[in-house]
């Protein structure tokens, strides 16, 4: 491991998704090209084999066909072996009845976990945090969230980020506090005298202020 795989700080929204190779449960990948164009979520769990992390696995197979609509690729990540990770996903499909239709990242060195931050020291130098990182088709960090080891994800919030991302990259838009799909969003604010006063004007939008006008969008 070189001095830069070592170091462990997470990307920042906007900056490029680290580019590494690895081995994982659909065999050795390189991210930049295993992402191909498509939304990507990247996330890390503790440990195989642990109660919360198995509910998570759960749930990740349960959006997996609402992610699969929306052109993202979920892509799981441990410092457990392959062996683990196999033994773990035929576990959970035979107790769950789920298809564990996503790959996952056994990285036992921790070289992609300290690429994306993902190993927060004060909370183990070992095992992951549960970071969830949305990874735009251009290869950009969009947004990331990250929980403790002991509170399990929300999956009804990483399927709204995912959707809020992609209404605002359609229509360039902004989503509002606690947004969800078929709600109104929120258009640019003006930027001259002008604009501001035609704003009261427009009859398709819902304006508390000038500053604050929203619309309802088709999708
Ligand atoms: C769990 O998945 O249950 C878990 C994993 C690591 C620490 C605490 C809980």
Redesign the pocket.
Known sequence: MTMQDSKNSSPGLGDSAPDFEAQTTHGMIRFSEWQAGRWVILFS???DF?????T?FVEFCHCSEFMKERDVALRGCSVDSIYSHIAWIRDIESKFSVDVDFPVIADLDQAVSRKYGMISEPT?QT?PVRSVFFIDGEGTVRAVISYP??V?RSFSEIKRVIEALQVVDRHGVSCPANWTKGEAVIVPPPKTTADAKQRSQDEELESKDWYLSQKKIED
């Open positions: 769990h503790p440990a642990t109660p919360v992390c198995t998570e183990s095992a080891p002991e399990g």
